[in-house]
């Protein structure tokens, strides 16, 4: 078993830090912006606080930085599941069931046309209180990209047509969302309480 270790870095401003360490699972304990992971087994986009994985083994990980203007990360690494007593779910998946929504417990809106350039298009304001948020994109061609900064959105969390992303309490983001489309044009529907 290799040992359990934190690691805090700086990225520089729209550009790459390799970790060379070998291990099983890591999570972002804290960072200062969105980045984008990738190693053995692959890519992670727009990554954020809480994020990671388990069990999926790497020997090196690279983070790139999203919004353009450098980012600290604080990360944990292990070969074991690591517990912290965070509990919540992620949840990336086509909707499937349509359930009824309090009007006075959630805030639904619907975003006519999202950008495809600049600074993409804001669609919910930073909420320390929020518990809840769910981004769908309601387009039937149109890509949509969830970042957590205007500054240089050129991608984020991949949200395809008809499917939706969202984060529950414990994981949630108090900082302001942004979605950026792949053609002008693109709609969604967001939630947040």
């Not at 200062?32 to 190693?39: D, I, N, Q």
């Not at 999926?56 to 600290?72: E, I, K, N, Q, Y």
């Not at 304001?125 to 990209?145: E, S």
Request: aromatic share 8%.
């Amino acid at each position: 078993m290799k040992p359990s270790k934190i690691y805090t870095f700086d990225v520089p401003a729209g550009g790459a830090f390799r970790l060379t360490v070998a291990g099983e699972y890591f999570k972002i304990l804290a960072t200062t912006g969105a980045v984008t992971v990738s190693s053995d087994w692959g890519t992670l986009e727009g990554l954020i606080t809480g994020q990671g994985l388990e069990d999926t083994p790497f020997s090196h990980l690279l983070f790139t930085d999203v919004g353009g203007a450098g980012v600290t990360v604080r990360l944990f690494i292990g070969d074991e599941k690591f517990v912290d007593g965070i509990t919540g779910a992620v949840e990336v998946s086509a909707v499937r069931e349509t359930v009824p929504v309090r009007s006075d417990v959630f805030k639904t809106t619907n975003i006519p046309a999202i950008a495809n350039g600049g600074g993409g298009t804001k669609v919910a304001n930073a909420d320390p209180n929020r518990k809840y948020l769910l981004v769908q994109n309601t387009h039937a061609t149109v890509i949509l990209y969830v970042s957590f900064s205007s500054v240089g959105v050129t991608s984020g969390i991949r949200i395809d047509p008809g499917t939706s992303w969202g984060l529950t309490a414990g994981v949630c983001t108090t900082q302001e969302v942004w979605l950026l489309g792949s053609a002008t044009g693109g709609t969604a529907r967001v939630m947040e309480g």
